[in-house]
């Protein structure tokens, strides 16, 4: 028989409807404006590390659900829009595990002007504001990431070989033939699992200053072109937000997206079309700015003390039985 049964009880649903008002009053407080943006779009996320779902109309044309509403919302701030937040479904496709659905909910938000340092501080006050422990905002530790793969990890992460690198995570055979020659990915998997499981279980650890290959849609430091003004806030070992100082230059972001499709094309993934819309947007001038997304799903785990996302959520593509 079918489990028809909501997946968690009706006091999650409480808990989620007083952290969402946590969420708006801390921005209503800060004077960012909420916004709504489309789930569709003709454009999918070219990122290889991220798949998008596709949808056929009954005119025959291609849609896609977005992973984020990063870009519609960089079209707002193009437009003359000021700092702007959305609370939104996203959509990942081949995404589910203990912190991870196809479907979930993102906060995102950008504010103009701010410099790393002070995107870093927004995120750590938003986040204790929002699971309601203002210290997590007082006692959140900084940490350059080239740091911490020297202090926790023993590499240096432009030095070392994949050798080194498959080393440090023990790997079998079979791992070091599945991840390859790809640097990056060896480094997320280093990164998630030796360095953040040494971070404080009960703390908010930010890591910025990205390696430059690893920039994304951020902004090269200006006073290190090894790095990007990327970061990324965990609290223990649990990944809770991506932000970064926006990349606004549209030469550069053509660039990255057609060395993206390389790699989708190496990789044999599906070659999926660049978002045109962002790059008219920032060929007319995006204003200085930095934006963070954060899973909603997460920081309510964090709240209730979950180690499952389907004990946060009110109906999950699994069975309650699995």
């Not at 997946?7 to 999650?12: F, H, L, M, R, Y």
């Not at 504001?129 to 997590?136: Q, V, Y």
């Not at 020297?150 to 070091?176: E, M, Y």
């Not at 070992?237 to 100082?245: D, H, K």
Request: proline content about 5%; overall charge negative; some cysteine.
């Amino acid at each position: 028989m079918a489990d028809w049964r909501a997946s968690s009880p009706v006091t999650v649903a409480q808990h989620r409807a007083e952290m969402l008002a946590r969420v708006r009053a801390y921005f209503a407080e800060q004077q960012v404006l909420a916004v709504d943006t489309p789930a569709l779009s003709k454009f999918a996320n070219t990122d290889p590390n991220i798949d998008s779902f596709s949808t056929q109309s009954a005119t025959g044309n291609q849609y896609f659900l977005h992973t984020s509403p990063e870009f519609c919302m960089k079209r707002l701030l193009a437009d003359g829009y000021p700092d702007i937040y959305s609370i939104c479904r996203v959509f990942r496709d081949g995404e589910i595990g203990h912190y991870h659905l196809p479907e979930f909910t993102m906060l995102e938000w950008y504010r103009l002007d701010f410099e790393l340092g002070d995107i870093i501080s927004d995120t750590t006050a938003l986040i204790a504001a929002c699971i309601g422990h203002p210290s997590l905002h007082e006692d959140a530790v900084v940490v350059d990431y080239r740091d911490a793969f020297r202090d926790i990890a023993n590499i240096d992460i432009f030095n070392a070989t994949i050798d080194d690198l498959a080393i440090s995570v023990s790997a079998d055979d079979a791992l070091r033939n599945s991840v390859g020659d790809d640097h990056r990915a060896w480094l997320d998997l280093i990164l998630s699992t030796v360095i953040a499981p040494d971070f404080n279980p009960d703390q908010l650890t930010v890591v910025q200053h990205y390696p430059a290959s690893q920039a994304a849609l951020a902004r090269i430091c200006p006073g290190d072109d090894r790095f990007a003004d990327r970061f990324e806030v965990f609290h223990g070992v649990t990944e809770l937000a991506n932000g970064y100082v926006e990349l606004t230059n549209a030469d550069e972001q053509r660039r990255r997206f057609n060395q993206e499709l390389n790699m989708r094309e190496n990789t044999g993934q599906p070659l999926l079309p660049p978002d045109e819309q962002l790059l008219a947007a920032l060929d007319n001038g995006l204003p200085d700015c930095a934006g963070v997304a954060v899973g909603l799903e997460r920081l309510q785990m964090i709240l209730m003390q979950a180690d499952n996302i389907d004990n946060v959520v009110t109906f999950s593509p699994r069975t309650r039985h699995e």
